[in-house]
């Protein structure tokens, strides 16, 4: 089920710094990319999302940006707080199956 | 509000027994959808219903693995034979609008098999 690929497996970064995590994808029927963040011992929760005729999209300092023609998508995390420590899941979907990557554990280091 | 609720939490069972998992989904929620997590594997799909049909499965490892929605509030994951492999986190989540909506992930039942 490789269907999204994500990079990297585990990232550490300093409290203030910016975080960027990374996916890929081949389908080019998927039109939807959600980012989702998973706390331990909870499920995932939705963080930001984009469908696929936008390029960028901002939340407070989450921001996701989608290049359809490269297939890739991904999440820029500015003043990064410790308690951003999470694991991150890209994931897309064509209205469908929603895919998800294999998620990138993120620790902020204060 | 109550969220996806998911029971068990945790269940340990033995090779070769069955184990049945539970979901109840967010009231009036239409969509339900079946993951299981593993460290090495990350959130594979397992299948999906919507207003209680079975729209996709095409995740489910077809021998042992089934799963059912017999009414609105509730659905279950049912693994015969189980076997050390089947050790995961698995994880149900609902959504009103199918998968491009916000899924709403419940915590999960961790199986252990011995």
């Known amino acids: 089920q490789q269907q999204v690929r994500q990079s990297p497996q585990s990232l550490t970064v300093w409290e203030g710094g910016t975080t960027v995590l990374t996916c890929s994808y081949e389908d080019s029927t998927f039109n939807y990319f959600p980012w989702y963040q998973q706390f331990p011992g909870e499920g995932p929760a939705l963080l930001i999302s984009i469908l696929s005729v936008s390029d960028k999209k901002e939340d407070g300092r989450f921001t996701t940006f989608f290049n359809k023609r490269e297939k890739k998508l991904s999440l820029h995390i500015i003043d990064s707080q410790p308690g951003d420590s999470a694991t991150y899941f890209c994931a897309a979907s064509n209205y469908n199956v929603l895919y998800f990557g294999s998620g990138t554990k993120l620790t902020v280091e204060p | 509000n109550a969220g996806v609720i998911q029971t068990p939490r945790h269940k340990v069972t033995g090779k070769g027994q069955e184990a049945t998992l539970w979901c109840e989904p967010i009231?009036?929620?239409?969509?339900v959808f079946w993951y299981r997590q593993t460290i090495v594997q990350g959130l594979e799909f397992l299948t999906y219903?919507?207003?209680?049909?079975?729209?996709?499965d095409s995740g489910m490892p077809k021998e042992r693995f089934s799963a059912q929605m017999p009414n609105q509030s509730h659905s279950t994951l049912k693994i015969q034979s189980t076997q050390p492999q089947d050790s995961a986190v698995y994880l149900c989540?609902?959504?009103?609008?199918?998968?491009?909506?916000?899924?709403?992930f419940g915590e999960g039942s961790k199986l252990t098999v011995l």
């Open positions: 219903f919507r207003n209680q049909a079975p729209i996709d």
């Open positions: 009231s009036g929620h239409s969509a």
């Open positions: 989540a609902s959504s009103l609008a199918g998968s491009t909506g916000q899924l709403y």
